[in-house]
DNA sequence: ATCCCGAGGG
DNA sequence: CCCTCTGGAT
């Protein structure tokens, strides 16, 4: 089974995939991304609707300071590094955006929090441009099912799911892989039991690697 | 390679 | 108790 065809029954498994982070702007995306860091959606979600109505827009945000934005995000771990990067990110947005989200790598990632998995997910979620983000679900799954290898890169993952999967797709089949990593593949108790790809499945040689890497 | 870090699930 | 959660900066 190739790559598309692995999308079409996902499809049939989860046909509503979609982005599930709460936003209503590029910024507000943007900030949820980097938000969402090692931790569900599900807790961005419970935090982002009191941060958003105290600081709307990156102007706002830009203006309040880090002890004061720290307590709305306090719950979700990481919350200094993340208090300081979406601090940090307003005013650069201001200051070098006019408050408007870039669309391209180099100034997206040009602020800070920002790294390539986060750029790819506002590229692809507020613009609409073709992009792949590898998170930890994406790099499990295709790794999993073959369409990469266990000592892959995440930057290797991208490139080798790009190559693979039909360009038009690559935006659906990003959040296809999510729903499927996060409610059926996931990273502890799969349910294998429900799984229409355990007959090409590597989960076992993918976490001998692990394994194996983890000793020295 | 390591650190940041709290919440929820098993 | 232990693991995982749509990572990024140092």
Not at 17 to 34: D, N, Y
Not at 122 to 143: L, N, W
């Amino acid at each position: 089974m190739n790559a598309n065809e692995i999308l079409d029954v996902i499809e049939e498994i989860f046909p509503n995939a979609k982005c599930e982070l709460h936003h209503e702007s590029p910024f507000q995306l943007l900030v949820a991304v980097v938000l969402s860091a090692q931790t569900t959606d599900e807790s961005v979600n419970k935090v982002t609707p009191a941060l958003f109505k105290a600081y709307p827009t990156s102007k706002e945000m830009a203006r309040a300071s880090i002890s004061n934005i720290e307590p709305y995000i306090r719950r979700i771990g990481l919350y200094r590094n993340k208090a300081r990067s979406i601090s940090a990110l307003s005013k650069d947005l201001e200051a070098k955006f006019n408050g408007v989200v870039p669309s391209s790598y180099k100034d997206l990632m040009s602020l800070a929090g920002v790294g390539r998995k986060t750029a790819n997910v506002v590229r692809s979620v507020a613009f609409d441009i073709p992009s792949f983000a590898v998170d930890t679900h994406v790099d499990r799954v295709s790794k999993r099912l073959g369409l990469a290898k266990p000592y892959d890169s995440v930057e290797k993952v991208e490139e080798k799911l790009k190559r693979k999967i039909d360009r038009d797709r690559w935006n659906q089949g990003h959040h296809d892989f999510i729903f499927f990593g996060r409610y059926l593949c996931t990273a502890r108790h799969p349910q294998c039991q429900k799984c229409p790809f355990t007959s090409f499945c590597r989960k076992d040689k993918l976490e001998a690697y692990k394994q194996k890497a983890a000793q020295k």
